[in-house]
């Protein structure tokens, strides 16, 4: 009979089996780690071309009745649904009513540089960010500060004689307003 080599008489004791088995475990457990650590990366990078859009549906302020005398701009707590495909997402914000040249109009609260809630203040007579010092005009307009742009309008309408608005989110911290949902 003719001798046989190394790996023969591993594979034939079991030694060769078992070791290869483990080496496959370790690699598939190694993918497997890397799979998890590699998902949110993954999913951060294609988030621009994946995320939906979120539409609201036009939500009830009060009757037109509410804002007949208005001295100055009237803080709202707006409470709106948001859909997501099936799911149903029920929001509260902060916008200012007020009427400008006869008409109702409505600004969101959120401040369009980083985000913080811009108050109106009446012993200025304007609105004014706390984290930054961004200051606005009673109509919204721009008029100091770090903020890149004015005040975000939304969309009003009336609906039997009730003030209705469609609240829509906007990019922070950009020159001109783009709807982010």
């Given at each position: ?22 080496g496959v ?33 036009w939500a ?122």
């Amino acid at each position: 009979m003719e001798p046989q080599n190394q790996s023969q008489t591993a594979l034939a004791s079991g030694t060769a089996t078992r070791r290869s088995f483990l080496g496959v475990l370790l690699g598939l457990g190694s993918a497997g780690v890397g799979l998890l650590l590699a998902a949110p990366v993954v999913r951060f990078i294609f988030y621009p071309i994946t995320a939906k859009t979120r539409d609201s549906e036009w939500a009830e302020v009060g009757p037109l009745s509410e804002f007949a005398n208005m001295n100055s701009p009237m803080r709202r707590d707006l409470e709106f649904v948001q859909r997501d495909g099936w799911r149903k997402i029920v929001n509260t914000q902060v916008i200012y009513i007020d009427r400008v040249n006869g008409n109702l109009t409505a600004l969101s609260s959120i401040c369009p540089h980083l985000g913080c809630t811009a108050s109106w203040k009446d012993s200025e007579g304007k609105f004014m960010c706390p984290c930054h010092g961004g200051v606005f005009a009673r109509n919204g307009s721009y008029i100091s500060g770090p903020p890149p742009r004015g005040m975000d309008a939304l969309e009003t309408k009336v609906v039997d004689g009730k003030l209705m608005v469609r609240y829509q989110y906007f990019r922070p911290n950009v020159p001109n307003r783009q709807v982010t949902s």
